[in-house]
Structure formats: structure tokens, C-alpha cells
């Protein structure tokens, strides 16, 4: 099943598919124009799903998102049921206030996955229900009504998700919402800024502050998390692109290769171009 609707006055498409024999996205090459976010939901057994080069357990009964410049594919994908959208249909960014999920369920620069307990599963299998009759249903408020479930989706998962990443619900407060920003600031300006004191002084909070309510959240420090968005960047370019390594140094902010030469190897223990050769290696082996 592939249902879809596009907004005509935006150009902004959604799509709800379920047991496809092919589902995945590359987007450094097929599909770089094509902007789309992605919740995929596993209702079969556990699976893999291979996430930009990587390997993740995907379990059953279990969702994931993924941002729009992420790559995937499955091991079953006719177990995967999904929804995909891009910003010109509901842009999350300008619409935070409502869904509260920017720099948590997207952008948070780590994998996260939601367990569905079968409480969950229910309200999810009915709202996917609602979403399959809405999508063949056309009249003049289709699109409204579609943007309006999409809207209750994405809470009802943002929701789940801080339930299972912050169990005390104390700390459902507007201590989060500075760790999503700040997650999102760094989803925007890694390549270019690279230290703690930038994002602190946008966000009028002192380095120490951001530490502090980290450490509430997150097993990183501030600084970890922009480092790793920074080696995930550059792993990306190594493993999906010709790029060279001095490229991507600038690409990614570097005065010189031999800095993010460094850089890479603290963080990943290869040099950039072993890592290139190296993933190169085990795909021919494949």
C-alpha cells in the first residue's frame, strides 16, 4: 500500500506506505532532492535497519524517525509500515509551538527509538486507520484533515518518546526546551561553529548552564554533541560522496586537513581516508 496527497498551493507531499518490498533513501545521490522525513513503524520481528552505514536492532513494535538527510534501508521492509513528509506539507520548524518535537523526535542528532506498549499500539493502529480512510477519502478538506492527524501523530510520539528518554516527568519542563534548542542550533550551524560559547551566547545561557541541564537528559556534554554531529556529517561524505578529504575540511569548518585529519581519528580512531576505504571494502564484499 502507497498512499499519497500533495498540497497543491505548497508543492508539499505526504505519503503513508505499508508492505513494500522496496523502502529505503539515499540521499546523497537518489533521493537528495526529495527532503522527506520519515517515522517508520517495525510491526513485524526484529529486524536490521542500516542507518547511514550503521547497523541498528530494530525491534518489534517499534518506531523510529528520521531526518530528511538521513540514509536507510531495511532488512524486511514489507514489515515496515511509514509516513513521510516534507517541510513545504507541515514544516516542524515553524510549527514547534504546536508539536513541541524539534530538537527531540528531529534533530536531536542521535538514533532514537520509541517501544510501543500495546496501549500504544492500539491508538496507534487506530490512527493509522483514520489516516488510511482520510487519505481515500477527496474533498476540500482533505489536506486539513490529513495536516491535523500528522500534527496528532507527531505529539502523540514526542509524547512517548520523552516518557521512555526522561521517565521523570519533572523534567518535562523549559529545561527541555532548551536542550531542543540547542539541539536544533547545532543541527544548523555545526559546520561552521564548533564551540559551546557560540550556542550559549544565542541562547543567552552560560556554557555551565547547558552542562547542567545536559546532564539532566543525556549521557553527552554539550561539546560531545557537536562533535559527534560534526564526525556524523563527515562519515556521511566519506561513505555517500567523492568528496575529498580537504573538501570536506572546509566543508565542515576546518582551517586545514590535517586538523580534521585529527579530529576524525580522536573521535574514530581511523584516518578519514581509511574509514573511506575501509566502508568501501565491506560493501564490495557484500
Known sequence: MKLTITDPKTGGDLFLLSEQ??????????????KYFTIAWNKGDQQ????????????????????FDQSFSFERPLDV???????EFYCIIDHDAEVSCVGFLFCMGDELFIKLDDSAQYKLGLLLNI?????NTRD????????????RLI??????????????IKLHDSRMDIFRKFNL?????????????YYARIMNKSPKTLSNIFALYYNRTPQRVIHERIITEAKRLLYYTSKSVKQITYELGFEDPAHFGNFFKKHTRVAPLEFRNSTVTEEVGK
Open 21 to 34: 518490498e522496496s523502502f529505503d533513501r539515499f540521499y546523497y545521490s537518489r533521493d537528495k532532492d526529495k
Open 48 to 67: 536490521t535497519i542500516t542507518i547511514d552505514g550503521t547497523a541498528h536492532d530494530f525491534m518489534p513494535n517499534t518506531i523510529i524517525p528520521l531526518m
Open 81 to 87: 509500515t511509514a509516513w513521510q513528509f516534507n517541510r
Open 131 to 135: 489516516f488510511i480512510e482520510e487519505l
Open 140 to 151: 476540500s478538506i482533505q489536506i486539513e484533515m490529513i495536516v491535523i492527524l500528522l500534527k
Open 155 to 168: 505529539i502523540f510520539l514526542t509524547q512517548l518518546g520523552k516518557t521512555s528518554f526522561v521517565p521523570d
Open 185 to 197: 542550533l547545532v543541527e544548523g550551524n555545526f559546520r561552521s561553529e564548533h564551540k559551546v560559547t
